[in-house]
C-alpha cells in the first residue's frame, strides 16, 4: 500500500528566509505526486503535481518542489517565505493511472517569524 | 464560479444518532470524493464516485458509514449511530473526470462532533 512521511511536524521560517518542507513517499511504481495548502477555515489548496517528465515542478504562489526517485521524495521549496505562508502543507501520493482517492502525509505546520 | 460546497459547516450530536451529511460539487464534475480529516492528521480517502455510482468504498471504516449519490451530482454521506471515534471533519472534493490528472477541488468541510 501507498504510504506518505512528512518527518517534521512544525516548522518554523522567518519571513523573507528559504523554505523546504519534506516529503518522502512509499510506492511501487510511478506516483502521482501533490503538495496542498490548508489555511484556517479554508479548503484544501493544490500547490502543485508531479505525473511525469521534468522532475523540478513549479506550482502557484511561487512553490516548487523537486521529485527524486532514487530519494523516494518530493520536497517543497520556496525562495523566500510571506507571512501568509503560514499554513498547513500536505503532501500526498495517488496511483499513477489510477482514479481513487489520494493518500495523505500527516501534514506540516509552518510557522512564519517576523 | 462556485466551488464545492458543503453543509452544514458544523455538526454536533450524540452518541448513537445518525447523522447525514451533503456535499455539492462544482457542476459538471463527474467525479466525486469524500474524506476524512482527524485531528492533526492528514485527510484520510472514504470513497469515490464516478457519476452515480461508488467506484471504490474502500476507505469506509465500517458499514455504519455509507454514501449515496443517486443523481451523479450532489452526494450524502450517511453514518449511524454515530461513536465519539468520528469526530473529524469530513471533507469532499469533485474533479472533472476520475483521474489523478484531473485536479480534485476541496470544499470546506464538515465539522462533526459527538459528544
Do not use: M
Not at chain 2, 459538471?28 to 492533526?40: D, E, P, V
Not at chain 2, 451530482?73 to 471533507?91: H, N, P
Request: hydrophobic fraction near 35%.
Amino acid at each position: 500500500a501507498q504510504s506518505v512521511t512528512q518527518p517534521d511536524i512544525h516548522i518554523t521560517v522567518s519571513e523573507g528566509a528559504s523554505l523546504e518542507l519534506r516529503c518522502n513517499y512509499s510506492y511501487g511504481a510511478t506516483p502521482y505526486l501533490f503538495w496542498y495548502v490548508q489555511s484556517p477555515g479554508q479548503g484544501l489548496q493544490l500547490l502543485l503535481k508531479y505525473f511525469s517528465g521534468d522532475t523540478l515542478v513549479q506550482g502557484i504562489k511561487g512553490f516548487e518542489a523537486e521529485f527524486k526517485r532514487s530519494q523516494s521524495s518530493f520536497n517543497l521549496r520556496k525562495p523566500s517565505v510571506h507571512w501568509s505562508d503560514a499554513a498547513e502543507y500536505f503532501c500526498a501520493v495517488g496511483e499513477s493511472g489510477g482514479a481513487d482517492g489520494l493518500t495523505f502525509g500527516k501534514g506540516t505546520h509552518l510557522i512564519i517569524q517576523p | 464560479g462556485a466551488g464545492v460546497s458543503q453543509t452544514p459547516s458544523n455538526k454536533v450530536t450524540e452518541k448513537g444518532k445518525y447523522v447525514e451529511l451533503r456535499c455539492d460539487p462544482i457542476s459538471g464534475h463527474t467525479a466525486l470524493y469524500w474524506y476524512r480529516q482527524s485531528l492533526g492528521q492528514g485527510p484520510e480517502f472514504l470513497i469515490y464516485f464516478q457519476g452515480t455510482g461508488a467506484a471504490d468504498d474502500s476507505g469506509l471504516p465500517n458499514d455504519r458509514f455509507f454514501a449515496v449519490r443517486p443523481e451523479g451530482s450532489v452526494s450524502t454521506l450517511k453514518i449511524q449511530r454515530t461513536e465519539r471515534g468520528d469526530s473529524a471533519v469530513y471533507l469532499c472534493a469533485s474533479s472533472l473526470q476520475g483521474a489523478l490528472y484531473n485536479e480534485q477541488f476541496f470544499g470546506p468541510g464538515t465539522r462533526l462532533t459527538v459528544l
